[in-house]
């Protein structure tokens, strides 16, 4: 693997961080597993000709995870990984942007190629399987108040 990370030859990805809120106010985050390698990340994907970034972050939330909700359209950060394509390494910047779900569905395109679990957000920062996203985890401060 490269060990100089190049922002600017990363490619553009979108991702949502799913939020749901406990009675107390505490913030779980919902992870999916990649469908490949098993590693708990947040749903993202491609940009969508034709959608917004924050609209195909949405989009991704749906058809990774089966959730639905609102989605803040100003990204609340950004990471790096390498992605696995074919027999190359591609380096990714991710756009992140919070979804606040409000549904969960009982059937979703990738549904039975991932799995997915809540988690309290330093859980899924400890879990993240991509170091970007762990410390993109660890920097947000999430309250009940940020409902929507």
């Known amino acids: 693997m490269q060990a ?5 030859k990363a490619r553009l990805q979108v991702g949502a961080l799913p939020l ?29 000709k034709g959608l917004k970034a924050h609209e195909a972050a949405a989009r991704e939330a749906q058809e990774e995870a089966g959730v639905r909700g609102k ?39 990738e549904r039975d190629e991932r799995r997915q679990q809540w988690f309290r957000l330093g859980d899924a920062a400890d879990l993240a399987g991509e170091a970007g996203l762990s410390a993109l985890l660890r920097s947000l401060e999430v309250t009940g108040h940020e409902r929507g």
């Open 71 to 109: 989605v803040r359209k100003k990204s609340i950060g950004k990471y790096l990984y390498w992605k696995r394509i074919a027999d190359d390494d591609v380096l990714c910047r991710v756009k992140v942007f919070q979804l606040i779900v409000e549904q969960r569905l009982e059937d979703w395109p």
């Open 20 to 48: 749901r809120f406990s009675a107390d106010g505490t913030a779980e985050i919902l992870l999916v597993t990649t469908r490949t390698t098993k590693r708990w990340t947040i749903p993202k994907g491609w940009p969508i």
């Open 4 to 8: 100089v990370l190049r922002a600017e």
